[in-house]
């Protein structure tokens, strides 16, 4: 297995290229299966998650093939509808083909995602959403089993502006036979990435990016060509990195008004953030200050992808902060490998109290899930000494090549196989 050995305490410096974002990909390529042609994506950045729905699709009958930095999906030839537990185990985000093939195909079988590290996460309102518009949804032997001839139009009000289930079915709607509504809908840029996507391709959707959409189904959809938008979170981890690490580097092709709340909290942390215009934007550490409080919320909150690696920054330095995560309910496990490196934290129910410490040391931790681990490269590389981060599989998931990213920029990081 890959681990990252970080030599902390070097200060970061120069510029840096965000890639296309990996919440966004996703969904864009479930899109695919809408539309009997090959669809074009641009600019796919090399993920362990963008493999892995790349398998499932193939699986499902979809011919998919890079192309100079992006991917070819076919999906003319589609003729499965089962989606198998040895894909969706390993990504939860593998349901975002239901929605697609019940609107396509009349039928899908999707294994159930089960738990996740970062808490239950289960699907309910994905499938209450589709039974709303008329589908069967049977559950048996671990798999849930949606059926439909042709999914109707609905008005559908979500508990939770659940992210992937918004795009599940607003992918379903945009083939159904008349106009659905969802409310309470996600608002997070990549819903609306994906919405802008369905438009290209003959679908009839308002409203996206605010909390109701409105879709009026049509018959067929046509392939799309398309460049996802900007990793937030990828540009928002190498924000932080800078805030920690004596930085000053420019983002490029970052899009700084899908950070709003995470940058508001960045410059309380006394960072300078700077907008240079054409989607570049400079960080430089600044005067750092510990002892600020923050609640992640759905977008456009603090985003909860960013949470860990906020705390990170919040470990070393003056003050004390109170972080109180209202998304997932157990995505604090990177608090006690933080805490071996000598950060001082103590959690209590949905909320962790960060005192600073003055510094915080190097040593042997695991990563235990895909934001987890980029917290701990960012504590490694302002700790003293050596961190071994084990486990990178995680990182990898939604990082491409992060190591040599911060490599570039300064850090000294290696990747070993352990
Ligand atoms: C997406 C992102 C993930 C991010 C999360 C929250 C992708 C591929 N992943 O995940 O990176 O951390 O949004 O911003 O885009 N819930 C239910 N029932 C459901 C669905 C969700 O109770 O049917 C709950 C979840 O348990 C969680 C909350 O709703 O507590 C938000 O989850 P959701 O927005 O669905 O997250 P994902 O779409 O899985």
């Not at 074009?40 to 090399?46: A, D, G, T």
């Not at 990016?209 to 067929?220: H, Q, Y």
């Not at 983002?251 to 950070?259: S, T, Y």
């Not at 200050?289 to 960013?306: A, E, I, K, Q, W």
Request: one cysteine or more; a neutral charge; hydrophobic letters at 45%.
């Amino acid at each position: 297995m890959d681990a990252l050995v970080i030599e902390g305490g070097r200060p970061l410096r120069g510029s840096v290229q965000i890639g296309a974002a990996k919440n966004a990909v996703l969904p864009l390529m479930a899109a695919a299966l809408l539309a009997g042609g090959e669809s074009h994506l641009r600019r796919i950045p090399k993920l362990a998650d963008v493999r892995t729905l790349g398998l499932l699709l193939e699986h499902l009958g979809a011919r998919v093939r890079p192309d100079n930095g992006g991917l070819l999906i076919d999906a003319a030839a589609v003729d499965g509808r089962e989606a198998p537990y040895e894909l969706v185990k390993t990504m939860r985000a593998s349901v975002l083909v239901l929605g697609p093939l019940v609107a396509r195909f009349g039928r899908a079988r999707v294994s159930l995602p089960g738990g996740c590290a970062i808490g239950a996460r289960p699907i309910n309102l994905h499938l209450k959403g589709l039974e709303a518009m008329g589908a069967e949804v049977v559950l048996e032997h671990g798999y849930v089993d949606v059926r439909a001839l042709r999914l109707r139009g609905a008005r559908i009000v979500l508990d939770i502006p659940t992210v992937t289930g918004t795009e599940n079915l607003m992918m379903a709607a945009a083939l159904a036979d008349g106009t659905t509504v969802i409310e309470n809908a996600a608002r997070e840029p990549e819903v609306e990435d994906l919405a802008a996507c369905l438009i290209a391709m003959g679908a009839r959707i308002r409203g996206a990016g605010s909390a109701v959409l409105e879709i009026d189904g049509v018959d067929a959809l046509i392939p799309f060509d398309h460049t996802p938008i900007p990793d937030r979170i990828e540009a928002g981890t190498l924000m932080a990195a800078a805030a920690l690490c004596d930085g000053d580097i420019t983002l490029v092709g970052a899009r700084l008004d899908h950070l709003d709340a995470f940058v508001v909290k960045l410059r309380e942390a006394g960072a300078e953030v700077t907008d240079l215009g054409g989607q570049r934007v400079r960080v430089v550490s600044g005067q750092r200050r510990c002892g600020v409080d923050l609640r992640t919320s759905p977008h456009p909150g603090f985003p909860t992808d960013m949470q860990a690696q906020f705390m990170a920054l919040m470990c070393k330095g003056t003050g004390t902060s109170v972080i109180t995560e209202k998304v997932f309910e157990n995505r604090f496990m990177h608090v006690s490998e933080l805490s071996r490196m000598g950060a001082d934290i103590t959690v209590e129910g949905a909320s962790a109290m960060v005192r600073g410490v003055a510094q915080l040391s190097g040593a042997r931790v695991m990563a235990t899930d895909l934001r987890a681990s980029a917290a701990l490269v960012l504590a490694g590389l302002a700790a003293e000494g050596a961190t071994t981060v084990s486990r990178v599989y995680h990182l990898d998931r939604g990082y491409e090549a992060l190591e040599v990213k911060l490599g570039a920029l300064g850090a000294q990081i290696e990747r070993i196989k352990e």
